[in-house]
């Protein structure tokens, strides 16, 4: 039969295919063997695909990705892409490679062993009202601006905030036992905000579902093998949650999050005696709500005292990795749902935390996405 | 930076006639099963004999553990044949405090204690 120079066979559909994201897995479709039948014919590409769900959320997007990545093929005419559902047994069989094969031991979780390459960040604080959580988003939009992959838990269970600030609502895909992560420009997170029937609900819990709570969100959430950075934000003080999250981790990091006043250190030293008797490592300390300056040019205004940052850095023998500005738009920032960092990157208090990431990259070295 | 804890590097199996466990400072401790299961530090038994280092009783019980497990960064935790597991053993206790290998027993003696806390 007569090809021209420009024919398209199977071999590199399924080539270009490879390349192919599921977008709530983040791995190749072709590895997941979602792509179920290709026919190639005179330059018109026929691909069967089929979805792990059919309610999948998702599906426009991937039949898009799919044409997309198609047509930029030389040869290639016209695309059409059929959708349908895995099989039960398909389902299952997408599981065990999501969980790493039988060679893994069905583990779910890419940080549950000691050499995980994924970094895992707890971020804590003393007291509440420090402004942990709009931390925690910001610095997870700073590593994510700086090209890593990172995941965010909202493990505040009693006082989840991250949904709002990250501007993200809906409910998580949930694939047989394994749950997939909302995600938010590239941010992945699970929250216990996505789980209630209403956004208002109360969590009124007592500890052993906070655990248990805290294990879903590390063993049966899909994080992808590639998460460079998990992020967790702790709620104040060094009660059940954290002590939880210092029992299900084999390996994690702490960062400090306090206020200027002196009469914060010696709460918030009170996260860093608990990090010593669990071995979790002290990174720094940051600063939160220092100086305010009421217009450009003008002297900061200390509104919560100066000082505490550093005398509590200098008391834990760790760094002072930053002190974030008391900024307003911080604030409007995370109510309207997008983190500072990313409505305005380069404003000081941005900036500021975009140091901090870069700090942190630097001692907690991660593979770029 | 203030200095880490030793963290075990390798645990002995169950199945052996004692407990060894080898640290990231090198010291190699050993233990007897049951000393292990009388020091158990978990709430119920915290109230009901103290904190570990207890009196041991004579004889001691002669069992091994179902399964080791580790707990986050900082503990074992061992499941005995009773179903006993709620006991969390953290580094410092296993390494400092329960550690009956020769050395650790010889300092503890001259000090006039039993297993009580002993440093390298």
Known sequence: MFRSPQAIDRGQVLAALRDVEDPELHRSIVDLDMVRDVRVRDGRVEVSAVLTIGACPLRETIVERIRSRLQALPGVREVEVSLGVMTPEERQALIGKLRGGPAAGGRRSPFLTPDSPTQVIAVASGKGGVGKSTVTVNLAAALRLAGFTVGVIDADVYGFSIPRMLGVTGRPTVIDQVIVPLERDGIRVISIGFMLPHADDAVIWRGPMLHKALQTFIQEVHWGDDLAYLLIDLPPGTGDVAISIAQILPRSHMLIVTTPQPAAVEVAQRAAKMAAKVNMEVLGVIENMAGFVPAPGAPPVEIFGSGGGQRLADLLEVPLLAQIPLDPAIREAGDRGTPLVLAAPDGPAAQAFRQVAARLAERLPARVA | ?120
């Open chain 2, 1 to 120: 930076m203030p200095a880490r804890m030793a963290t075990p590097v390798e645990v002995g199996s169950i199945t052996a006639p004692e407990c060894t466990i080898v640290w990231s400072d090198g010291h190699r401790s050993t233990y007897r099963w049951g000393a292990l299961r009388a020091n158990c530090p978990c709430a119920v038994c915290v109230q009901r004999g103290g904190h570990p280092p207890r009196p041991l009783p004579d004889p001691l019980p002669a069992l091994r553990p179902m399964q080791v497990e580790r707990v986050g960064a900082y503990a074992l935790r061992f499941v005995w044949p009773d179903g006993h597991r709620t006991g969390i053993y953290p580094f410092p206790l296993l390494r400092e405090v329960l550690c009956e290998c020769e050395a650790c027993r010889a300092r503890a003696a001259g000090r006039g204690g039993g297993a009580g806390p002993v440093l390298d």
